[in-house]
């Protein structure tokens, strides 16, 4: 058998098994044998990222889907089972493999949860980094900018962008314009806006000619770039400051609540090591039966 089929077996057989174990879930797929209940469709969802979870798993579409294929596997690894698929030693091994992945997962998140100080400590931490360290919270000069872009760099371009440059002179509305000609389609929605940045994040000229600019709605003369000529429109400076540590407080809470977890995650670690035994010799004769197979290195002429 492919490898890869051995892998999706393993994870079928896992999902089969744990059919028994949530029995009272409600039921979002039956089958003559097998059935795909809610909890089952909760722990795959744990594949997505937290932040978009949510969002995901409210449309009844999507949860379909997704408990399709489960059910899916769960036939394959049923049929899989009386087959005997399992008997074959590299699907055991696959699905040895497969069981140490979800419990060890488990295993760091008990790690995790146990090792989190309470959010007042998280606090508490935070707020002597902030102390320690101010130089690291000083964010430089910033400029909030909109623009008008018009694409190419050629004759027909120019006169483009000479023409918006007259209609705005005349008292045309900036993020009108922006929305209707503006060929950066993402600020384009926008009006034109492309958020406060730092000095050094938007190529050379344009940097240089929207930190050129002073006064809250004036215009920058035409600038060409190599995306094209712009016309940008000053929305606000900011000047070089220290950020307070409201601003930064939630980012240096996590922080502090993922170094926490993390050290005693390798703490645990550390402490399984020091109880392990490497076979070197072992471990060279493996590598051996694999290096057999290496085709030679090929020398060009």
């Given at each position: 058998?492919?490898?890869?089929?051995?892998?999706?077996?393993?994870?079928?057989?896992?999902?089969?098994?744990?059919?028994?174990?949530?029995?009272?879930?409600?039921?979002?797929?039956?089958?003559?044998?097998?059935?795909?209940?809610?909890?089952?469709?909760?722990?795959?969802?744990?594949?997505?990222?937290?932040?978009?979870?949510?969002?995901?798993?409210?449309?009844?579409?999507?949860?379909?889907?997704?408990a399709s294929n489960l059910y899916a596997r769960r036939?394959?690894?049923?049929?899989?089972?009386?087959?005997?698929?399992?008997?074959?030693?590299e699907v055991a091994a696959a699905l040895k493999i497969?069981?140490?992945?979800?419990?060890?997962?488990?295993?760091?998140?008990?790690?995790?949860?146990?090792?989190?100080?309470?959010?007042?400590?998280?606090?508490?931490?935070?707020?002597?980094?902030?102390?320690?360290?101010?130089?690291?919270?000083?964010?430089?000069?910033?400029?909030?900018?909109?623009?008008?872009?018009?694409?190419?760099?050629?004759?027909?371009?120019?006169?483009?962008?000479?023409?918006?440059?007259?209609?705005?002179?005349?008292?045309?509305?900036?993020?009108?314009?922006?929305?209707?000609?503006?060929?950066?389609?993402?600020?384009?929605?926008?009006?034109?806006?492309?958020?406060?940045?730092?000095?050094?994040?938007?190529?050379?000229?344009?940097?240089?000619?929207?930190?050129?600019?002073?006064?809250?709605?004036?215009?920058?003369d035409i600038v060409e770039t190599q995306f094209g000529?712009?016309?940008?429109?000053?929305?606000?400076?900011?000047?070089?400051?220290?950020?307070?540590?409201?601003?930064?407080?939630?980012?240096?809470?996590?922080?502090?609540?993922?170094?926490?977890?993390?050290?005693?995650?390798?703490?645990?670690?550390?402490?399984?090591?020091?109880?392990?035994?490497?076979?070197?010799?072992?471990?060279?004769?493996?590598?051996?039966?694999?290096?057999?197979?290496?085709?030679?290195?090929?020398?060009?002429?």
């Amino acid at each position: 058998m492919i490898r890869s089929t051995y892998r999706l077996l393993a994870m079928a057989a896992i999902s089969a098994t744990a059919f028994s174990v949530h029995a009272q879930s409600p039921v979002l797929i039956q089958g003559p044998k097998v059935a795909i209940d809610a909890q089952d469709v909760q722990a795959d969802s744990l594949r997505m990222p937290a932040e978009m979870r949510a969002t995901v798993m409210s449309r009844p579409q999507t949860v379909t889907q997704i408990a399709s294929n489960l059910y899916a596997r769960r036939v394959m690894a049923l049929r899989a089972e009386t087959a005997g698929v399992e008997k074959d030693p590299e699907v055991a091994a696959a699905l040895k493999i497969a069981r140490d992945k979800v419990l060890s997962d488990a295993y760091i998140a008990k790690i995790d949860k146990e090792s989190t100080p309470t959010d007042a400590a998280v606090e508490g931490f935070a707020r002597d980094i902030y102390k320690a360290k101010p130089e690291r919270f000083k964010a430089g000069e910033q400029v909030h900018v909109k623009h008008i872009l018009i694409a190419g760099s050629d004759a027909a371009s120019r006169l483009q962008i000479e023409k918006i440059q007259q209609e705005l002179k005349a008292g045309a509305d900036f993020d009108k314009l922006a929305k209707e000609r503006s060929a950066d389609k993402g600020s384009a929605e926008k009006g034109g806006d492309l958020g406060s940045f730092e000095r050094g994040r938007m190529v050379a000229d344009f940097d240089e000619a929207a930190f050129a600019l002073t006064k809250p709605g004036q215009l920058s003369d035409i600038v060409e770039t190599q995306f094209g000529f712009h016309i940008i429109k000053l929305e606000d400076r900011t000047p070089s400051r220290t950020r307070p540590f409201s601003e930064v407080r939630d980012e240096l809470m996590n922080e502090v609540r993922n170094n926490v977890r993390q050290e005693a995650r390798v703490a645990e670690a550390q402490k399984m090591q020091q109880e392990a035994k490497i076979d070197a010799a072992a471990i060279a004769s493996f590598s051996q039966g694999y290096a057999a197979q290496v085709p030679p290195t090929k020398i060009a002429p």
